[in-house]
């Protein structure tokens, strides 16, 4: 189901959920609407939302056949140059609506790391700049079914896109009824356990660090990160720093990993004092094993615990830990939210359907 495909009725009304209930875009705010080729007509549907709740909308467009006819020519410097007035423009903007561009993520991943680098040389000065005004916005994973990354994917477009369209369109209350008691667990524990049919038996620490939380609606911008200016559409998910030092068992998962262009399936990890000691995959193992080669320091120890909320998700694509009733263990890198692993890796394995207990007291997961 590619963009244009979908009806101007469900545009619609995804638009009228993600500005009224996620953003609360209220009449006079400034509201930009990032648009791609493919991606124009959602993009189309929210300026027509805007209008219609009194904001001002403005629609920058990038043409995908264009951009890489740009990018062909070598001229990814240009590219990754934002002008003077589109940060002016930036700088005036309440609300910011970003939806994947350029669509072809197959193309851009096959790039040399360097090229990228240059496409994307505006990235951290837009976000200190969202940071500096304090813009709220959001990032709308609608824009990412694409046809080369589907097939990459081996899923159906069509079904990628109704997911997406459901699980955007969930109340953030939903997902506020089924996080907060995971929030108060994860804060007070002390020991996390894992268990399901399949194998998974594992036993993680808990440091009593704050959950970091999203359910659909920006924070405050006095509490935002760096990074957080834009929340992620579809939402859901509660997420903790773990213990660095504690990690005993084997956790079995039954979710894909979707990378950037590329999966992995079937993925169990190892743990026995604290560190990974193996990890297999049934397919896909060897781009986990090539990062975590050059993982530095911290790479084989505990990073996060994430629980999903989003009910209308089922092993969706880049959204895989917002799932309701999954649980993700990553390994690596979790200064992010507050822990002390700075290893430059980032792995994960997700299950469905496990149990969890914190301190003896069984966690509500929604499964």
Do not use: C
């Amino acid at each position: 189901m590619a963009s244009g495909s979908v009806s101007p009725a469900t545009r619609e009304k995804v638009a009228r959920s993600v500005l009224e209930n996620n953003l609360q875009v209220k009449p006079g705010e400034r509201v930009v609407v990032e648009a791609w080729t493919h991606t124009l007509p959602w993009a189309v549907a929210f300026a027509r939302e805007a209008r219609r709740r009194g904001a001002l909308p403005l629609v920058p467009y990038e043409d995908e056949e264009a951009y890489w006819d740009a990018v062909d020519d070598g001229e990814e410097a240009i590219l990754g140059t934002a002008a003077p007035h589109e940060w002016a423009a930036l700088r005036e903007t309440d609300v910011y609506l970003h939806m994947w561009g350029p669509g072809d993520r197959v193309r851009m991943n096959a790039l040399p790391a360097a090229r990228q680098r240059k496409l994307f040389g505006f990235n951290d000065r837009w976000y200190r700049t969202a940071a500096k005004t304090g813009l709220r916005g959001a990032r709308l994973e609608l824009g990412r079914p694409y046809p080369s990354l589907a097939r990459a994917y081996g899923v159906d477009a069509a079904e990628w896109t109704d997911q997406l369209i459901r699980a955007t369109l969930v109340s953030p209350s939903v997902l506020v009824r089924s996080g907060r008691p995971i929030e108060r667990a994860l804060a007070r524990g002390k020991r996390v356990r894992i268990r399901d049919d399949r194998g998974t038996d594992v036993t993680l620490g808990l440091r009593k660090r704050v959950p970091s939380t999203e359910y659909g609606r920006p924070l405050p911008a006095a509490k935002r990160g760096p990074f957080q200016s834009l929340i992620g559409l579809p939402s859901g998910t509660v997420r903790v720093a773990l213990d660095e030092s504690v990690a005993d068992g084997t956790f079995v998962a039954n979710r894909t990993n979707y990378y950037d262009d590329a999966i992995a399936t079937g993925a169990v990890f190892h743990f026995r004092r604290g560190k990974l000691m193996d990890a297999e995959f049934e397919k896909g193992g060897d781009r986990f094993d090539r990062e975590f080669r050059n993982g530095g320091t911290g790479r084989d120890r505990p990073g996060q615990l994430v629980f999903g909320l989003n009910p209308e998700l089922r092993n969706t694509p880049q959204v895989e830990d917002r799932e309701l009733g999954t649980v993700m263990v990553s390994l690596g890198n979790n200064r992010g939210i507050g822990g002390k692993n700075a290893a430059s890796f980032f792995g994960w394995a997700i299950s469905a359907g496990a149990s969890v207990e914190i301190d003896g007291r069984p966690v509500p997961t929604g499964r």
